[in-house]
């Protein structure tokens, strides 16, 4: 048990799915393509997960393959997305840009895709998750939807709604600061430290949730809420 650790502030009603079902949607957003089917099998195989079925990814923007979105089917018969953050130098130029202008037209490239992989596949949209700018851009997808439910991790400028769930690391300083409001954000992890300017920044990152849902999740989160 994390000693002094008392449950942190969650939204009243839990996401549709178990918390390792969006982590891992986001987490194969950053996977090569050429890598995911071997990494999905691996992880039935270990029963880590089971609730979800990678159908393909589609890269947008101009040079090394800028922005990428995954599609998803859960085991409810639905469609989710998971959008990926920054990976590539070329990112960075992007996430500074879209914290200045919205990048309207990305984001309608980005939503042709996924309503051609509706009519494709039949599969209505009903998750948006991500980490980062992947969570800025699960974020602004069909904004206007709010039926859409929107999972996000350390996802710059998050804006509050019906069905949004944004997390983030105590320390991180992309939700804490870069355009971001904090109070639209669910804080967790509280008892992870972050003594320096680099720990800070490490607590942006995608690996450290890794640790904080194995190791600390199932310690300070109510058993209704996983």
């Known amino acids: 048990m994390v000693t002094g650790q008392k449950f942190p502030t969650l939204p009243p009603t839990p996401p549709r799915h178990p918390f ?12 090569k393509q050429a890598e995911i089917s ?17 159908l393909d990814s589609k890269h947008f923007g101009k040079g090394a ?8 089917k859960t085991n409810r018969g639905e469609l989710a997305v998971a959008c990926r953050g920054t990976d590539n130098l070329q990112n960075i130029g992007g996430d500074i840009a ?17 309503t051609d992989m ?14 980062s700018e992947g969570g800025f851009f699960a974020d602004r997808l069909f904004e ?9 991790l350390n996802a710059h400028d998050a804006r509050k ?53 194995h190791k600390t999740w199932p310690q300070i989160i109510p058993k209704h809420y996983r």
């Open 20 to 31: 390792s079902t969006y982590f891992v949607m986001i987490e194969t957003s950053y996977v």
């Open 38 to 54: 071997w990494r999905a099998s691996t992880l039935k195989r270990l029963g880590l997960d089971s609730a979800t079925e990678f």
């Open 65 to 72: 393959k800028l922005w990428k979105i995954s599609f998803f």
């Open 98 to 114: 879209h914290g200045i202008t919205p990048p309207k037209g990305l984001l309608r490239e980005m939503e042709k895709a996924i």
């Open 118 to 131: 509706e009519r494709k596949t039949r599969l209505k949209l009903k998750v948006l998750t991500g980490h």
């Open 144 to 152: 206007a939807n709010e039926k859409i439910e929107r999972l996000t």
């Open 161 to 213: 709604g019906p069905n949004r769930y944004h997390f983030r690391l105590h320390g991180d300083p992309i939700s804490k600061g870069f355009i971001s409001e904090r109070s639209n954000y669910y804080t967790l992890g509280k008892h992870m430290g972050h003594r320096t300017f680099l720990s800070r920044w490490k607590k942006h990152l995608l690996e450290p949730w890794k640790e904080f849902f």
